[in-house]
């Protein structure tokens, strides 16, 4: 039987497997420590405001709350459960502060790919206006959150879970990864409303599914393993696609529904808008190729 080591995922820490359940147990709780100093590694760039630290203690915490949901039978329910909504807590700070970055790129390349007789108006600086100083006072309210008592107390209740941890069998965790699967291919399945923006947000709950089972299968050094993460990820990033034009669309209609409020012209804003849900509809073309491959038996059967 091929062993259940920790995954060989792009983390970039060492993972110290002392005092570790055994087997695929083990692997699980390896992961979780490897996210644990992720988040703790990366907390002076965010004070800094640097973006790649912001996108990797985030990302640390997604894949921290994603794998105790999973295999939430290895600890306390309760008390996990609690923990859980702690890191929620903090990823809450960090969402607004990493989505502005991202969204004020965006937004200025957009604008910037357009001739230049379709931008009607200073675009790209209002667009740095309203979302810098969103994105500005979010930081605020992430440091004041890492200043606080809480976070160093979510610190410490996460290793006292992370070293509570109850080993399971190989089977059993096997199970649990199945499991996160075959819910997220039920979700894409069903993400069928005829109306557009009721199948959006299927499509997003779909990708969400994707990718709580794709940190579920992560963990895990076997070639299986690492094949159908990957590919889960692959299916992922196309569903992400298309949500990122979701998302875009929504800032695009408040910013020109500001700019209408303040005697200015929304052309621009609207033209944008439409090709972000060219650009959305464009992407979706990608998913059945997409799912077919991360679907392949021979991807799946480790599973059982």
Request: proline content about 3%; cysteine-free; hydrophobic content about 40%.
């Amino acid at each position: 039987m091929i062993g259940w080591g920790v995954a060989d995922v792009p983390l970039g820490y060492h993972v110290d497997m002392t005092a570790t359940p055994s087997g695929a147990a083990g692997a699980v709780v390896a992961y979780l420590r490897a996210q644990r100093r992720a988040i703790a590694e990366n907390e002076a760039g965010v004070r800094a405001g640097d973006e790649d630290a912001v996108h990797d203690m985030r990302v640390a915490i997604r894949r921290t709350r994603s794998t105790l949901r999973s295999f939430r039978g290895m600890w306390d329910r309760e008390r996990v459960d609690a923990l859980r909504g702690e890191l929620k807590w903090l990823a809450d700070r960090l969402g607004p502060v990493r989505d502005g970055q991202v969204m004020v790129a965006r937004l200025a390349e957009a604008v910037r790919a357009e001739p230049r007789q379709l931008v009607v108006g200073p675009v790209e600086a209002r667009i740095h206006q309203h979302l810098g100083h969103d994105t500005s006072d979010a930081l605020e309210r992430v440091r004041g959150a890492l200043d606080g008592d809480r976070y160093p107390a979510m610190l410490a209740e996460f290793d006292a879970v992370v070293e509570a941890a109850e080993d399971q069998g190989d089977g059993w965790v096997r199970k649990r990864v199945r499991k996160a699967v075959r819910r997220a291919d039920r979700m894409l399945d069903g993400a069928d409303a005829p109306e557009h923006h009721e199948r959006d947000i299927q499509l997003h709950e779909a990708r969400k599914a994707y990718k709580r089972a794709r940190y579920a299968a992560e963990p895990f050094d076997r070639k299986p393993a690492r094949r159908l993460a990957k590919s889960l990820k692959a299916l992922q990033d196309v569903l992400g696609v298309h949500q990122d034009t979701v998302v875009t669309r929504a800032v695009l209609r408040e910013l020109g529904m500001r700019s209408f409020r303040e005697g200015g012209n929304s052309f621009t804003y609207g033209l944008l808008h439409a090709r972000q849900q060219a650009a959305g509809e464009e992407a979706l073309t990608d998913l059945p190729s997409a799912t077919k491959r991360a679907r392949r038996k021979k991807l799946r059967g480790w599973l059982g």
